[in-house]
């Protein structure tokens, strides 16, 4: 996309409807106000000087929005006291450039994807918010400078807010060319600045997913087959609707959900629903069994010739482990026969529309997605099935659903990081220094989660990352060792597995440093 293109669509092209959520009040937004001017995609400006950024991450405790906030208000020239931040809605000019295009949030990626996009967002705001200024008073541009909200004229004394100027620059042509800041210009980035959402979460306005109320709601609690893949064979209808405030029970992928007036009414519910489940990919599988078959497939490598007198020979496990966010998996949607409305703790916009309108057969624009906060993500809220569910009930009963998960439901039915085993072989040489690294690996295939591509090539890159440098394409490891050489075998056990705060970093990274501590001590 051209720049000039780009500036039009990003600070001036209003008209869209913005959904999102406001975390400065508990009001949801889901339109602009009457008093409000829209500069745009990403920023609304109101005649009382109040500004609105739109950012297109979500906010799981790991301070995106602040950092985002930062980057627009640096060049935009106005301080973070003085914004609001909203979670974007649907819209391909939030996609994150560096995975896949997709409008979604993790692999560290919230700073570095928007870094110059959001920069360029603020700054060109701000030069058309002078250009209107300086027309206003019709003197040169050059003459006028923006800060802290307000355009002065400092040869006459003059200054107008942003608000005063916001109708006006809103129609102005973008500029062609932009200047950023340099480095030593910075007042925001690069300092320490108090979280944006701090007050919101001191006061109790903030809205997580399990905090929004929509009128006549109802909620749902689960109940899924403890086996993945298993299926809902029977259970006891009379017995949960006779409870106080059950009101429906609702077939959901795997399982069922009990409708009630309340939470505690339709956990009380599933408490005498007494399901049975039949069948499932896992039946019978335990920690015995999946150490076994990591362990045999490992053995299909064999093992390697290591031709030094003193080498190392160890083998590493770790288990799946699960992400146990604080705010436990939730959904609130209202499907109607003309909409869908979603309520969501989201890292993964663009699965989550697509999933709603999986499930209602809807077009793209009668899907709408609000991102509330997050309470914890990890990558678990990567996945929709939690979304699906909440849609598929509201669907059923045509009024607003909220699907609260139980600690128990969330701990057994995540998306783990996989679990791994790992052999090294490491040989020394007569100066104890590494000169031969045979490193053999058995797990599930994690990558095949993200491009199915790698499942049907049995491909998994992502197990040399932290394993070797230069990953994905040079075996050349972190240090300074010839003769790497590192193998994978893939085993599947049938359980969902996904992404886990740096997923297979976090286990090779472990590994070649416990091995490097290990060799250490045999030198």
């Avoid at 209107?132 to 802290?148: H, R």
Wanted: negative net charge.
């Amino acid at each position: 996309m051209k720049r000039r293109t780009f500036l039009k669509i990003s600070t001036i092209a209003g008209g869209s409807l913005l959904v999102g959520c406001s975390f400065r009040s508990p009001k949801l937004m889901s339109t602009p106000q009457a008093s409000e001017a829209e500069l745009g995609l990403w920023v609304r400006i109101g005649n009382d000087n109040s500004i609105t950024l739109i950012l297109p991450s979500a906010e799981m405790g790991q301070h995106a929005h602040t950092g985002q906030a930062m980057l627009i208000a640096e060049e935009l020239e106005v301080s973070l006291e003085s914004v609001q931040v909203v979670t974007a809605p649907i819209n391909s000019e939030y996609e994150n450039q560096e995975l896949f295009n997709l409008q979604r949030t993790d692999g560290s990626t919230s700073i570095s994807a928007f870094w110059e996009k959001l920069r360029k967002v603020g700054a060109g705001t701000r030069i058309m918010l002078t250009t209107a200024g300086a027309k206003e008073w019709d003197v040169p541009v050059s003459e006028c400078k923006a800060d802290s909200g307000h355009i002065h004229h400092y040869a006459s004394g003059r200054s107008l807010s942003y608000g005063k100027l916001a109708l006006s620059a809103s129609k102005l042509s973008p500029p062609d060319d932009l200047t950023l800041k340099n480095p030593d210009q910075f007042r925001l980035i690069g300092r320490s600045i108090p979280d944006i959402h701090t007050p919101s979460k001191s006061n109790g306005s903030a809205q997580f997913g399990i905090d929004v109320r929509r009128p006549g709601m109802v909620y749902a609690a689960v109940c899924q087959s403890p086996v993945f893949g298993g299926e809902l064979k029977s259970y006891d209808k009379k017995a949960a609707l006779s409870q106080i405030g059950v009101e429906a029970l609702v077939p959901i992928p795997n399982g069922i959900a009990v409708v009630a007036d309340s939470t505690w009414h339709a956990m009380k519910g599933l408490e005498v629903l007494n399901p049975k489940f039949i069948g499932g990919s896992t039946k019978g599988l335990n920690s015995k069994i999946i150490s076994s078959k990591m362990r045999n497939s490992l053995e299909n490598l064999g093992k390697a010739d290591i031709k030094s007198e003193k080498f190392l020979d160890v083998e590493y496990e770790l288990p799946y482990l699960h992400h146990a966010t604080m705010e436990p998996m939730n959904c609130t949607a209202h499907v109607t026969s003309d909409f869908c409305e979603i309520w969501v703790p989201t890292q993964f916009q663009t699965e989550t529309h697509k999933a709603a309108m999986e499930v209602t057969g809807f077009s793209e624009n009668k899907v709408i997605v609000h991102t509330t906060l997050l309470g914890g993500g990890f990558g678990r809220r990567l996945a929709a099935d939690f979304v699906v569910q909440a849609v598929m009930v509201s669907k059923e009963l045509q009024k607003p659903v909220q699907v609260i998960w139980s600690r128990e439901e969330d701990v057994q039915h995540g998306f783990y990081r996989t679990a791994y085993t790992r052999r090294f072989q490491v040989g020394l040489n007569d100066e104890g220094i590494p000169e031969q690294w045979e490193s053999q690996s058995s797990q599930q295939n994690f990558m095949a989660t993200l491009l199915p591509i790698f499942g049907w090539l049995n491909f998994d890159p992502s197990t040399i990352a932290g394993a070797v440098h230069d990953y994905p394409l040079l075996p050349k490891h972190f240090y300074s060792i010839e003769g790497v050489n590192v193998t994978h075998s893939p085993v599947d056990l049938g359980v969902p597995i996904g992404a886990w705060r740096a997923p297979i970093n976090s286990t090779n990274v472990f590994f070649t440093e416990s091995v490097m501590d290990e060799l250490a001590f045999l030198s």
